[in-house]
DNA sequence: GACGTATATGTAGGTGCGTCGATGGCGTTG
DNA sequence: CAACGCCATCGACGCACCTACATATACGTC
């Protein structure tokens, strides 16, 4: 349950580039995107992003969402363990912020690097 | 239910740009990514754009995901309801082909065009 | 027109996920 | 040290989703 991002940035799997993918590559690439893949979770990370300086605590974002603080820290959760959100805790407060290169790393698993023949001579 | 895509290239959100998202829009997004958080949904994107024309019909996909035919008619019905794929019909055979720039436009989505603030002056 | 194939739809069961209230740990403040 | 605030975890409820079996529709063939 670590960073599941790590593990595929690595080999650089290129799900839509060349040959299929395999049933264990498309396991792990879902799993990241089903992060991704929530309403309350994009806001999260885009009220982070946009935060002051970059990072933001759980009792800021319970408000924006609408949601129950266990809910949000539920999320975060979902969000860390993906390797989407670092986690600093400092005093009472846990600071979360954005990995670096995280979610463009993802963007670049869904582009690849270039168009492979898929020109549809059809008909 | 039609293409969820083409509603939110046109305004250009940039969930991870500006300012925060709105609930609307990350619901929208949300629910593009979501077609994509699937495992057997990745590989039949991937198996479709590997194919000699880059396009296949079910009776072709089903052995290689050892999924049943009415399931995977029903994954391609959710991608192409998402805007991910094209069906096009010729005698008995559904053709199923990637929408050109349609994943292209989800990685577009992820990445802003400029990182902005964000610079973690954490600590 | 009847049969076989290819695909889509309907229905149902099993599982996973989002949400909340309640609880407990931990640091801060008075 | 006692009280308060911040946060994570737990248990439970409800909903959505994945999958399969059965059935229905469309097309080509004999």
């Known amino acids: 349950m670590g960073t ?9 799997i290129s799900p839509l580039a ?17 992060a991704l893949a929530d309403p309350a979770r ?12 970059g990072e933001a ?3 800021d974002l319970t408000a924006p969402l609408g949601l129950s603080q266990p ?3 539920h999320h975060l959760r979902i ?7 670092e986690r600093e805790k400092r005093g009472v407060w846990a600071y979360y912020s954005l990995v670096p290169s995280a979610i463009g790393a993802i963007a670049d698993l869904l582009t690849p690097p ?3 023949g898929a020109k549809r001579a059809a008909r």
């Open 4 to 12: 599941a991002l790590a593990e595929m940035t690595m080999p650089q």
């Open 18 to 34: 060349g040959e299929p993918i395999e049933k264990h590559d498309a396991e792990r690439l879902a799993g990241v995107l089903k």
């Open 42 to 53: 994009l806001r999260l990370l885009s009220l982070i992003q946009s935060a002051p300086d």
């Open 57 to 59: 605590c759980v009792c």
């Open 71 to 73: 809910t949000v820290s």
């Open 79 to 85: 969000l860390t363990e993906s390797g989407l959100l």
């Open 114 to 116: 270039r168009k492979r």
